[in-house]
């Protein structure tokens, strides 16, 4: 491995494969734009990660173009882009690292593309200007607190791979309106979709078995949920302590009638 600045980014060479990974470095600032291959004494490499604090606490990044040939995003590798207010992750990555984008504060935009397969713990945590997103089907799995307290997050939709609604996935997401949960979904994890404020109505599948402790706990304006599935059914999931605290309705919507909560 050789570990060397070209054209003003610094990156680890791996001579054996033939890669390269974006590493951190003092004086990136503005726009940036991240080569797909670089060279070294004649030999390519192709950019394929951005490593783990690549860009973290870089207050003067602007934007950064990242290349198609980028796989995988690193821990911690945006954090606290306090001047970021955009980003696109290329078709080829599949994994964003934990806490990646964590305090991206001004990001009101990031687009998911169906490539990943992976969303770390706390990837978009404290984005607060985050306004919506998408989760492709292509994601089996989306980590604890990945959108924890994206107060200006209005809505969500989660694909058809996901299983599990991780622990304060989108925790005090207070501006929160619209969360759609798949069919695939089996499990919504400890406070997984509490404090969210302005939340005023949940469906929730049928295929759900599971719903963690404070789940739902302090959704203050949650006056509807609607479980597709029979009376029967919801008797049978696996309630945690507390997941409908102070939450105004009193009743759960089944196919064959409500039952009181």
Same mark, same amino acid.
């Given at each position: ?12 060479? &791996?001579?054996? +494969? ?19 291959? !670089? ?24 934007? *950064?173009? $990242? ?5 995988? $995003? ?14 696109? *992750? ?19 935009? =990031? +687009? =998911? ?23 492709? &089907?292509?994601?089996?799995? /989306? ?16 694909? +058809?791979?996901?299983?599990? /609604? ?12 619209? /969360? ?7 499990? $919504? ?13 949940? !469906? ?26 029979? =009376?029967?059914?919801?008797?049978? /999931? ?24």
């Amino acid at each position: 491995m050789i570990e060397k600045t070209i054209k003003g980014i610094k990156y680890r060479l &791996d001579e054996e +494969n033939l890669t390269a990974e974006v590493l951190p470095k003092k004086g990136y600032e503005g726009d940036i734009i991240i080569p797909e291959t !670089v060279v070294l004494k004649k030999v390519a490499y192709r950019v394929t990660s951005i490593g783990e604090c690549a860009f973290a606490d870089l207050a003067s990044l602007t934007s *950064i173009v $990242i290349p198609e040939s980028v796989t995988s $995003i690193g821990y911690l590798a945006f954090c606290n882009c306090s001047a970021l207010t955009a980003i696109t *992750i290329p078709n080829g990555v599949t994994s964003i690292g934990e806490k990646a984008f964590d305090y991206c504060q001004r990001m009101t935009n =990031i +687009n =998911i593309p169906d490539s990943v397969t992976t969303i770390g713990d706390g990837a978009f945590y404290g984005c607060s200007s985050l306004i919506s997103i998408v989760i492709p &089907d292509s994601v089996t799995s /989306i980590g604890y607190r990945a959108f924890f307290e994206c107060s200006s997050l209005m809505s969500v939709s989660i694909g +058809n791979s996901v299983t599990t /609604i991780e622990a304060e996935t989108f925790y005090d997401c207070s501006s929160l309106t619209s /969360i759609t949960i798949p069919n695939s979904v089996t499990t $919504i994890g400890y406070g997984a979709i509490s404090y969210c404020t302005s939340l005023t109505s949940i !469906v929730i599948p049928d295929s759900v078995t599971s719903i963690g402790e404070y789940a739902f706990s302090g959704c203050e304006s949650l006056t509807s949920i609607t479980f597709q599935g029979s =009376i029967a059914q919801w008797k049978k /999931i696996e309630v945690g302590d507390g997941w409908n605290n102070d939450i105004p309705t009193r009743v759960v919507h089944c196919t064959d009638g409500d039952v009181e909560i």
